[in-house]
T-cell receptor
């Protein structure tokens, strides 16, 4: 199994600012994903982080709002830009070592926007 | 578009009773189905992964079945304990989606001592 860490674990931010969340995996993985879990809701996929190329975004999510980087096979960042209270959520990264394998999740970053 | 539904949304049982959690999905073209556990304010813990070619998977007190043709999976937890109290999430990895997961809404379980 993969061990995933996220930084920060939680943050409280002001409206209009940006926050970058880091995701580090202890082994090289094929796929990395970013999810959002709004209060009381299930998980929604934001994007697939592609190594060496632009991320692939799901419907309703755009690069200007959620820029993603993946410089190598073990690390990715998600930035939540120009934040509003509606962005208050838990943001989770997940990884899959190989296609069809178990997907593992990081501990999440709990973001509160005032 | 794949849709995943979990019923019931919440469940309360006395300790020792068996738990039955249901998950249904609309598109049977899947790679796999995964069950997760989420404790309040925490990330997700993977419980079981069932590949599309499999009918069931077992781990300790947990057993998950998959009926792809009818679009259903069931998670059984035998002899429930208060420590089993959590939200259980079902997620489907779609072939057309490159293994991206589509999640159900979850079942919140409370096991009373």
């Amino acid at each position: 199994s993969a061990v995933i860490s996220q930084k920060p674990s939680r943050d409280i931010c002001q409206r209009g600012t940006s926050l970058t969340i880091q995701c580090q995996v202890d082994s090289q993985v094929t796929m990395m994903f970013w999810y959002r879990q709004q209060p009381g809701q299930s998980l929604t996929l934001i994007a697939t982080a592609n190594q060496g190329s632009e991320a692939t975004y799901e419907s309703g999510f755009v690069i200007d709002k959620f820029p993603i980087s993946r410089p190598n096979l073990t690390f990715s960042t998600l930035t939540v830009s120009n934040m509003s209270p509606e962005d208050s959520s838990i943001y989770l990264c997940s990884v899959v070592a190989e296609l069809r394998d178990t997907q593992y999740f990081g501990p999440g970053t709990r973001l509160t926007v005032l | 578009k794949q849709e995943v539904t979990q019923i019931p949304a919440a469940l309360s049982v006395p300790e020792g009773e068996n738990l039955v959690l249901n998950c249904s999905f609309t598109d049977s073209a899947i790679y796999n189905l995964q069950w997760f556990r989420q404790d309040p304010g925490k990330g997700l813990t993977s419980l079981l992964l069932i590949q599309s070619s499999q009918r069931e998977q077992t781990s300790g007190r947990l057993n998950a079945s998959l009926d792809k043709s009818s679009g259903r999976s069931t998670l059984y937890i035998a002899a429930s304990q208060p420590g089993d109290s959590a939200t259980y999430l079902c997620a489907v990895g779609g072939k057309a989606a490159g293994n991206k997961l589509t999640f159900g809404g979850g079942t919140r379980v409370l096991v009373k001592p």
